[in-house]
């Protein structure tokens, strides 16, 4: 099984990334502009990316300024049963995120491709969170 893995330093109390990482306008700001998210335990949450791209996530764990780890129901074959987890710790007013998306089946194309695009979701977390302005899919220039 494959494992993409990130870390990303944000100058923001934890509790404003948490809440970037489990809201309808944190993530709507961070990743895309179309979501329904309700950041209950065991919801499902979906991501619309255009032309019929919809992703959904089971929220299967939620620890406060803590920990996210979310579970793909629904979307590209590659992405079905992975999970999305991330780690939350604070140093002297800065959070450190940690973002896996683990058990991939295989390397691939496509798995190449979304370690790039986690990796600039981070920093649209890290721009969100220090500037007030994300870059969600609808704004990104691929």
Same mark, same amino acid.
């Given at each position: 099984? *494959?494992?993409?893995?990130?870390?990303?330093?944000?100058?923001?109390?934890?509790?404003?990334?948490y809440k970037a990482l489990t809201t309808q306008a944190g993530l709507g700001a961070v990743w895309t502009e179309e979501l329904a998210v309700k950041p209950e335990l065991g919801c499902v949450n979906e991501f619309s990316f255009g032309d019929d791209d919809l992703t959904k996530m089971?929220?299967?764990? @939620? =620890?406060?300024?803590?920990? #996210? @780890? !979310? *579970?793909? $129901?629904? =979307?590209?074959?590659? !992405?079905?049963? $992975?999970? #999305? =987890?991330?780690d939350l710790t604070e140093k002297n007013g800065t959070t450190a995120v940690v973002l896996k998306h683990f058990d991939w089946? *295989?390397?691939t194309e496509f798995y190449q491709w979304c370690n790039y695009n986690w990796a600039m979701f981070l920093l649209s977390l890290k721009s969100y969170c220090e500037d007030n302005e994300g870059t969600p899919y609808q704004k990104r220039k691929f």
């Open positions: 099984m *494959e494992k993409i893995e990130h870390i990303n330093y944000i100058k923001a109390p934890i509790e404003d990334v089971k929220i299967v764990e @939620l =620890s406060q300024n803590k920990r #996210i @780890l !979310w *579970e793909c $129901t629904d =979307s590209d074959p590659e !992405w079905i049963g $992975t999970k #999305i =987890s991330f089946r *295989e390397l």
